[in-house]
């Protein structure tokens, strides 16, 4: 465990003294934690291990957390204080020269006291060993996380702070997504959800039951609630009557139930016995705010009571009680989590039922199809061959037609004549591109003629494209053009691949135009991508109901536009090599067998090196 | 001064009690505040008047607090003794049987006392009235509120509590919007705010400093401000250099800046008499993690000795620093806030500065035009002669038409030779449609038939279109249709009114289609509107980029956009009668002249009373 700093994070002096602490280590078959770290804690009284530099003590609890931050850690065990949590473990980590975040995470899947995992990280080793056990944690132990430079100024000071290169921040989110990480945006999040998470049960839906002895802040939950996707349900059969009977003198019983004025003990106790047993409810939020007449205490012994035996999730929220209220201490150490504010109740409630979701989602296989793959590798050596990274037009639609997915027809031609039989051999109308990679984007130079319906047409773009293209400089190659089948209607989409440094490929996918370049409504996911994955994908969009049918349109063909995208993942995944995929568009249409990726962009690795 | 419950919150019998009581008031010249509060307090050493029954004493200080919620009352006057957040006075306001919200403000406006308002609000008594006084108070005083009830089920819960009718929410946004009204989401945020404004210059521009010595805390603070739109920019001019030559040994210094781990106060003092100086900040953000070496106590004070005389806004932030951290209080009542998280800085920074550019805001006019005010009241009248409360086709594009919003041309034929001479008058192509108030969705029922370039074509159109209808039942009028001049291409826009029952008349503006129906791409503002009005309405659309020319193509003609939202905006302030008005879609085209309103919708209220 080596606290000291002076190690990789000072520069090339320290990163050699760095392997050698790490080559001496190794010697003596030892592991290191460290160096540049906070140190780390074991709850567990056999051991009864603190390792840090910090001055606060632990409490023993079943939350296991990671820091990449070493002041963090400090900062987060004595807020962890003040807020009852307790951890198994805790762990800074520091510049990982031997043990890693995977590291203790691996050791925490079988660990029988860590059952909750929170991390704080800046930037992630091995992403991919991360996501495979991130997966398998996930299964039985929530996985929250601080994730920080999400934004791109965030990110580049993470990255002068740490020296790693900055991930894409929709990589992170695909990749938490994708293994049920829950992500948080800040520390005090963190706390919130682990709290919830580490004493009670996992909520089997979203309906939420609020009780409270005052009106305002159970309006503020129940905004917050359901801003956030929960659902502040209505009570089912006999509850409102059994309420109206057991608090003789309430007015109204609806949820939220805002208990009479003056509310004590003795109507928490009667109202959530009522509720607990409730089936519209996964989880009941209690709010009290202490007026001066009320004895506090009693109130939370009156929660206790009320919602024994319950396996719904409760969480009090005491407003204004005051630093220090015993109350609110005995509450905690009762196992039920107290906030200050109903809006942190619902951030937590909302990201767990997020995770419930997550649990409950059908764990569909990766599909592999029938394909050509001696095709594409042949295209991509031919390319490499005459050092040339970047395939278009025909080369690129090629590429995905060996692969299945259905491209409109194209042809190559050098000449009028050649021009016309490719457009005799495709059917009219057509449209004549001129075929070069370095115009590539074609509508804007006017290098593109469409709707063309005769043979005299087609000559005619010809001779007209031939003489716009002269004049553009340093044109080696022969002139020629792509008659391509020509596609009307249907909606444009846009499919790609990108690849991230640390997460490999992600497959984007969403709807062209404005959609991509001014809403930015698209979706990321890491490859490869399950049929689940790519059901969300679409789904998620916001514009996903053009695709449905939108004022009377026919829906989209869907089941191939979802095989196109595995169809693409499966492509990534074959092929290193590629660095880049641009399909755009892909015009899906409804009837069946007319999709068809109209234009496509490949950019390769440079083949000397540098494949990241 | 009146606590105790009983009134016109448990139904009639209280409301008579209630009005009694105003009324035994007003006979002997008294005010009265409440029934159904929480109380009053007035810190002001002269008066030192604490009307509450809660236990909590308000610290002195210049922040005004109206609280609808007698229970947040007390929370709040809790919480804001753990922040060290003054008062000059706290009311809460109940009942509202006789003193309102209002007329508190309008003390506020010139209380020398009172520098700040914090306001929760549940509903507006009256938002006219509050309007006028806001906008006056924001102009040297900022308000901040927490509006609840803004999502339809916390509207509703809102609406059993308190008995009034719920607000539309996107009406309060644009009440605040207009207002200067700072709205924050939560109660926790209010505090945040509130102490940053009451203790702190407010900044003159979004630019942030971080001086922290922990590199996470200041990553996730980077994060937290850029994503809320604030700039973390680089250093100015020599900073740099100063920075390095004050903290030798330092090795990066950027923005955010680490400091050495271990750094002290007299690092932070250090830094920050460099960082206070640079040009490039309006705001700085001093972050501190108290590592187990640093006395705690010598770094609040380096703190303020570093930053002492700067007009910039200085906020800290003391992650884990504890409950009852002495520091902590020692900053905080040297007049600097500080927060545990740096997320809750953010926050409070981006909100301060949406305040700064609301003030910053050009105080344009209202614009009135030349209009035809006596043929819009002739249409209404002889609608209403008739029974008649919504008006469309011809009838709703001739009240626009005579407030000056350029329509489509059209005209009535009741046979296919009135048509023909309809369209040869407007020109051709045209569009014939069936010309009947009962049949609203024309497109859907196909009961337009467009792009007739012939005689022959209107007349097979009348032919054609009679027939469809003759076989809708109930059918009372003598058949006709309308002739309208076709308009091409352009971009769909939608602009309309709609009547809030508190809010009056709101202006709605959007793209038309998708952007409005499933984006949900609109803006809304509270009538009359200035011209600065209507050019946030339409700049501030997140598909306003398609106006101004996207993808090479022409913008559209913006001042004619513009001059008809105001044109709208006058006919709405004209006429009371108007319940709601939809104008879809109203085409945006490049060319000077083109751009035109096609259909139209005008609901008028019942006239026999009902008129909200």
Request: charge should be positive; glycine fraction near 10%; charged fraction near 20%.
């Amino acid at each position: 465990m080596v606290i000291s700093a002076g190690f990789r994070e000072v520069g090339a002096e320290g990163l050699k003294l760095e392997n050698q602490l790490v080559a001496n280590c190794g010697k003596y078959g030892m592991r290191m934690i460290g160096p540049n770290c906070f140190g780390i804690v074991n709850t567990d009284p056999e051991y009864s291990l603190n390792c840090t530099f910090g001055k606060t003590r632990a409490l023993q609890g079943r939350v296991g957390f990671i820091s990449q931050s070493g002041a963090l850690g400090e900062a987060i065990m004595n807020q962890a204080h003040v807020l009852g949590l307790g951890f198994s473990m805790v762990a800074s980590i520091g510049n990982k020269a031997d043990v890693s975040a995977n590291d203790i995470l691996e050791f925490w899947k079988d660990d029988p006291n860590t059952d909750i995992v929170l991390l704080y990280l800046e930037n992630f080793g091995n992403p991919r060993r991360f996501t495979k056990i991130a997966r398998e944690i996930s299964l039985t132990k929530p996985i929250v996380a601080v994730k920080a430079g999400r934004t791109t100024q965030g990110a580049a000071a993470g990255s002068s702070h740490t020296g790693a290169l900055a991930e894409l921040d929709v990589g992170v989110d695909a990749l938490f997504d994708q293994c049920g990480v829950l992500r948080v945006s800040s520390v005090e999040e963190l706390f919130d959800v682990g709290a919830a998470l580490s004493k009670q049960p996992i909520p089997k839906g979203n309906r939420v039951a609020i009780v409270s002895n005052a009106g305002g802040p159970a309006l503020l939950a129940t905004d917050a609630l359901v801003s956030l996707g929960m659902d502040v349900a209505p009570y089912a059969g006999q509850t409102k009557a059994r309420l109206k009977r057991t608090l003789s003198g309430q007015g109204n019983v609806n949820n939220p139930l805002d208990l009479v004025a003056g509310a004590g003990g003795e109507h928490f106790r009667k109202a959530l016995k009522v509720v607990k047993n409730d089936p519209n409810f996964d989880s009941i939020v209690t709010i009290f705010v202490p007026p001066v007449t009320i004895n506090q205490m009693d109130v939370a012994q009156s929660i206790l009571d009320g919602v024994k035996g319950t396996n719904k999730m409760i969480l009090a929220c005491f407003m204004g009680a005051g630093e220090g209220s015993a109350a609110v201490d005995y509450l905690k150490q009762s196992g039920i989590p107290v906030y200050i504010f109903p809006e942190a109740i619902a951030k937590a409630l909302s990201l767990i039922d997020s995770y419930r979701r997550w649990l409950q989602r059908p764990r569909t296989k990766f599909k592999t199809f029938s394909v050509n793959k001696k095709r594409v590798q042949e295209i991509i050596d031919t390319a490499i061959g005459s050092r040339c990274t970047a395939l278009v037009g025909e080369a690129a639609l090629a590429v995905l037609d060996a692969y299945g997915i259905p491209v409109a027809r194209c042809r190559i031609a050098y000449s009028e004549k050649e021009a016309v039989a490719a457009a005799d051999k495709i059917g009219y109308p057509v449209v004549v591109k001129v075929n070069s990679p370095e115009i590539l984007h074609k509508t804007e130079s006017g290098a593109v003629l469409v709707d063309l319906r005769t043979a005299k047409e087609v000559k005619g773009a010809f001779a007209n494209l031939k003489k716009k293209v002269i004049k553009i400089p340093r044109k080696k190659d022969r002139f020629s053009v792509m008659v391509q089948e020509m596609v009307t209607g249907g909606i444009e989409t846009v499919m790609g691949m990108t690849t991230d440094p640390s997460f490999g490929p992600l497959i984007m996918f969403g709807l062209g135009g404005i959609y991509v370049e001014i809403l930015k409504d698209v979706a990321f996911r890491i490859n490869p991508l399950t049929v689940y994955n790519v059901e969300e994908m679409i789904g998620n969009l916001k514009s996903f109901p053009l695709l449905t049918g939108f004022r009377g349109t026919e829906p989209v063909d869907m089941p191939t536009l979802k095989e196109s995208l595995l169809r693409l993942s499966q492509l990534v995944a074959d092929f290193d090599q590629l660095s880049e995929i641009d399909i755009n568009p892909f015009i899906a249409q409804s009837e069946k067998g007319k999709s068809k990726a109209v234009d496509a962009r490949i950019i390769m690795h440079h083949p000397t090196g540098n494949r990241r």
